[in-house]
C-alpha cells in the first residue's frame, strides 16, 4: 500500500518538475538570450564562406548539403539527414551584351535560368521596345521575327515587397511570351531596385511546345541607358552572347534536422529555409541567413529544454530554380503529422510585422505571440499568413496552420539574385532581432496544448 504522504511528496515533486519545465521555456527569457544570439552569423559565415555560391544540382550544392549535416549534428540537433531527389540542372556558360549601333557600348547583362544559349558567335539584331510586358503580349503571334524583344518595368523599394509580384512577370513568363511572338533573343531590365551595374538573374521558363530562346538581364543602369538610345529615334541594334547548358537530371536534396518532443502525437512544427544560392554571389540574404535565424531559434528552445512538440528544421534544397525542395519534402512528408509551418526567406533585415492563419481555438495563442512581440517592434495587424515558397506544397496538401514573421524588404531587391549578394550586406544586430522574433514564437508553439489542426477544405 502507498501511503498518503507518498503520494503529496509525489504530486509536490510533479508540480514542482512541471512549474520548473514551464519557466524554463518563459517566452521572455527566451526572447531576452536570443538578443544575444552569434549563432545565425555564424550558420550564414560558415555557409558564405566554407562553401560559397550553392547553384541547385551543381558539386558546390553537393558541397552545401555535406557541410550543413555536420554542422546541424555539431549542434546537437536530432535526427539530421540529407534527403536526395533528382531535378534537372541548368548552368551558366559566357555572357556578353553590346550594342553595336548607332552608339556602340558594352552592356552588363546576365542569362535567366533555363535560358537558351545563342551559340558561341552569338546573336545580333535589332532590338524591339516595349514599356511593359502587356505591350510585348498585346502583339500578333510572330511579328517579332529575327528581332530582340526589350521589356523595361518600373519596379519600386517596398517594404514588403509586393513590388515582385507585380513586375516579376516581366522575368518569369515574358521569355516565352516573346518566343511566342517570334523573338531571336530577350532582354530584360532587372527585377530589382537597386543602381549599380549588377545585373540579376533568376529563373524562368518555357511552356511546353515553345521554343526556348535565349533571355538575359541587363544591369538597371545600362536597360535605362538602352531605353535613353531607343528613345532617339534610330533603330538600335545588338549582339547577345550567352552560351549556357541544360546538363539533365542531376542530385539535389533537403537537408533536415529536429528537436524531438516529448509528445510526438502533437503535431509538429516546421520550419524553413533554403540552402541552395544563385551562382553569382555567396547566397547570405537569400538565403544562408535564413537558415541561419530558423536554426539558432530552434537551437534557443532546445537549449531550454525539451519541448512539447517536435520542431523540424528543413534546409530546402533546388529552390531557385524552381522549388524542387519544398515539392520533394511535400511528397514525402505528406502523411507526416505537422501542425504549423513557417519559413525565412526575405534576408535579415527587422522583422516588422507577424501574420496567422490558425483555426479557431487558437485565438489566445495569436494574441500571445502578439502581445510577446511588441518589445521587438513587430506589428500584428496583416493579412493572412500564406508561407514561404518552400513550404507551400506541404501547406497545400495537409491545409496546415501558418505563421508568417515579415522582415523588412525595402533593400531586398537591391542584392536579389545579384553578385552584391554578399556576407558584408549582413546586419548582425538585426538579424539578432529576427533570432529573437523566431524564438519567442517558437517557444509559444512548440509548448502549446492547443490544436492547431486546420479544418477540412470544401
Same mark, same amino acid.
Given at each position: 500500500?502507498?501511503?498518503?504522504?507518498?503520494?503529496?511528496?509525489?504530486?509536490?515533486?510533479?508540480?514542482?518538475?512541471?512549474?520548473?519545465?514551464?519557466?524554463? !521555456?518563459?517566452?521572455? %527569457?527566451?526572447?531576452?538570450?536570443?538578443?544575444?544570439?552569434?549563432?545565425?552569423?555564424?550558420?550564414?559565415?560558415?555557409?558564405?564562406?566554407?562553401?560559397?555560391?550553392?547553384?541547385?544540382?551543381?558539386?558546390?550544392?553537393?558541397? %552545401?548539403?555535406?557541410?550543413?549535416?555536420?554542422?546541424?549534428?555539431?549542434?546537437?540537433?536530432?535526427?539530421?539527414?540529407?534527403?536526395?531527389?533528382?531535378?534537372?540542372?541548368?548552368?551558366?556558360?559566357?555572357?556578353?551584351?553590346?550594342?553595336?549601333?548607332?552608339?556602340?557600348?558594352?552592356?552588363?547583362?546576365?542569362?535567366?535560368?533555363?535560358?537558351?544559349?545563342?551559340?558561341?558567335?552569338?546573336?545580333?539584331?535589332?532590338?524591339?521596345?516595349?514599356?511593359?510586358?502587356?505591350?510585348?503580349?498585346?502583339?500578333?503571334?510572330?511579328?517579332?521575327?529575327?528581332?530582340?524583344?526589350?521589356?523595361? !518595368?518600373?519596379?519600386?523599394?517596398?517594404?514588403?515587397?509586393?513590388?515582385?509580384?507585380?513586375?516579376?512577370?516581366?522575368? $518569369?513568363?515574358?521569355?516565352?511570351?516573346?518566343?511566342?511572338?517570334?523573338?531571336?533573343?530577350?532582354?530584360?531590365?532587372?527585377?530589382?531596385?537597386?543602381?549599380?551595374?549588377?545585373? !540579376?538573374?533568376?529563373?524562368?521558363?518555357?511552356?511546353?511546345?515553345?521554343?526556348?530562346?535565349?533571355?538575359?538581364?541587363?544591369?538597371?543602369?545600362?536597360?535605362?541607358?538602352?531605353?535613353?538610345?531607343?528613345?532617339?529615334?534610330?533603330?538600335?541594334?545588338?549582339?547577345?552572347?550567352?552560351?549556357?547548358?541544360?546538363?539533365?537530371?542531376?542530385?539535389?536534396?533537403?537537408?533536415?534536422?529536429?528537436?524531438?518532443?516529448?509528445?510526438?502525437?502533437?503535431?509538429?512544427?516546421?520550419?524553413?529555409?533554403?540552402?541552395?544560392? $544563385?551562382?553569382?554571389?555567396?547566397?547570405?540574404?537569400?538565403?544562408?541567413?535564413?537558415?541561419?535565424?530558423?536554426?539558432?531559434?530552434?537551437?534557443?528552445?532546445?537549449?531550454?529544454?525539451?519541448?512539447?512538440?517536435?520542431?523540424?528544421?528543413?534546409?530546402?534544397? %533546388?529552390?531557385?530554380?524552381?522549388?524542387?525542395?519544398?515539392?520533394?519534402?511535400?511528397?514525402? !512528408?505528406?502523411?507526416?503529422?505537422?501542425?504549423?509551418?513557417?519559413?525565412?526567406?526575405?534576408?535579415?533585415?527587422?522583422?516588422?510585422?507577424?501574420?496567422?492563419?490558425?483555426?479557431?481555438?487558437?485565438?489566445?495563442?495569436?494574441?500571445?505571440?502578439?502581445?510577446?512581440?511588441?518589445?521587438?517592434?513587430?506589428?500584428?495587424?496583416?493579412?493572412?499568413?500564406?508561407?514561404?515558397?518552400?513550404?507551400?506544397?506541404?501547406?497545400?496538401?495537409?491545409?496546415?496552420?501558418?505563421?508568417?514573421?515579415?522582415?523588412?524588404?525595402?533593400?531586398?531587391?537591391?542584392?536579389?539574385?545579384?553578385?552584391?549578394?554578399?556576407?558584408?550586406?549582413?546586419?548582425?544586430?538585426?538579424?539578432?532581432?529576427?533570432?529573437?522574433?523566431?524564438?519567442?514564437?517558437?517557444?509559444?508553439?512548440?509548448?502549446?496544448?492547443?490544436?492547431?489542426?486546420?479544418? %477540412?477544405?470544401?
Amino acid at each position: 500500500m502507498i501511503k498518503t504522504s507518498s503520494l503529496l511528496v509525489g504530486a509536490s515533486a510533479l508540480l514542482f518538475s512541471t512549474a520548473a519545465f514551464a519557466d524554463s !521555456h518563459d517566452p521572455a %527569457a527566451i526572447q531576452t538570450k536570443a538578443l544575444e544570439d552569434s549563432l545565425a552569423y555564424e550558420i550564414t559565415e560558415g555557409l558564405t564562406t566554407e562553401v560559397g555560391p550553392r547553384q541547385a544540382g551543381t558539386e558546390a550544392e553537393a558541397r %552545401a548539403r555535406d557541410w550543413s549535416v555536420k554542422k546541424l549534428k555539431a549542434l546537437g540537433f536530432q535526427n539530421v539527414r540529407n534527403e536526395p531527389f533528382m531535378m534537372p540542372t541548368w548552368v551558366r556558360g559566357a555572357e556578353t551584351a553590346e550594342v553595336t549601333a548607332p552608339y556602340p557600348q558594352k552592356l552588363h547583362v546576365t542569362a535567366l535560368g533555363n535560358s537558351a544559349s545563342t551559340g558561341e558567335a552569338g546573336i545580333e539584331a535589332e532590338v524591339a521596345y516595349f514599356d511593359s510586358l502587356a505591350a510585348m503580349q498585346a502583339l500578333p503571334d510572330g511579328s517579332l521575327a529575327g528581332k530582340i524583344a526589350f521589356v523595361t !518595368h518600373d519596379m519600386h523599394r517596398t517594404q514588403d515587397g509586393s513590388g515582385y509580384g507585380a513586375f516579376g512577370p516581366v522575368r $518569369w513568363i515574358g521569355p516565352n511570351v516573346a518566343s511566342k511572338k517570334g523573338a531571336a533573343a530577350y532582354v530584360i531590365k532587372s527585377i530589382g531596385t537597386d543602381h549599380h551595374r549588377n545585373p !540579376h538573374t533568376g529563373n524562368t521558363n518555357f511552356a511546353e511546345g515553345v521554343k526556348p530562346i535565349p533571355a538575359g538581364a541587363l544591369s538597371l543602369p545600362d536597360a535605362d541607358n538602352l531605353e535613353r538610345m531607343i528613345k532617339l529615334g534610330k533603330p538600335v541594334t545588338m549582339k547577345l552572347i550567352m552560351t549556357p547548358q541544360n546538363i539533365g537530371q542531376q542530385e539535389s536534396g533537403n537537408v533536415i534536422a529536429e528537436v524531438t518532443g516529448r509528445d510526438p502525437s502533437k503535431g509538429m512544427i516546421v520550419v524553413a529555409c533554403h540552402l541552395d544560392s $544563385w551562382d553569382l554571389a555567396t547566397g547570405a540574404f537569400d538565403d544562408a541567413a535564413g537558415c541561419g535565424i530558423v536554426t539558432a531559434a530552434a537551437k534557443h528552445i532546445m537549449d531550454h529544454g525539451k519541448p512539447l512538440r517536435t520542431i523540424r528544421i528543413l534546409w530546402a534544397g %533546388a529552390e531557385e530554380v524552381g522549388l524542387w525542395g519544398g515539392k520533394a519534402y511535400a511528397k514525402a !512528408h505528406s502523411s507526416s503529422n505537422h501542425a504549423i509551418a513557417m519559413e525565412s526567406d526575405f534576408g535579415a533585415d527587422n522583422v516588422w510585422r507577424v501574420e496567422f492563419k490558425l483555426p479557431d481555438g487558437a485565438e489566445d495563442v495569436q494574441k500571445q505571440i502578439a502581445q510577446a512581440l511588441l518589445p521587438l517592434g513587430i506589428g500584428a495587424n496583416g493579412p493572412p499568413a500564406t508561407g514561404g515558397a518552400d513550404i507551400r506544397d506541404i501547406i497545400a496538401s495537409n491545409n496546415l496552420a501558418v505563421i508568417d514573421l515579415q522582415q523588412d524588404g525595402s533593400r531586398y531587391f537591391d542584392l536579389h539574385h545579384t553578385p552584391d549578394d554578399t556576407l558584408d550586406k549582413i546586419d548582425p544586430k538585426q538579424m539578432r532581432q529576427n533570432v529573437a522574433a523566431w524564438s519567442t514564437v517558437l517557444s509559444i508553439i512548440a509548448n502549446s496544448e492547443v490544436d492547431f489542426t486546420m479544418p %477540412a477544405k470544401e
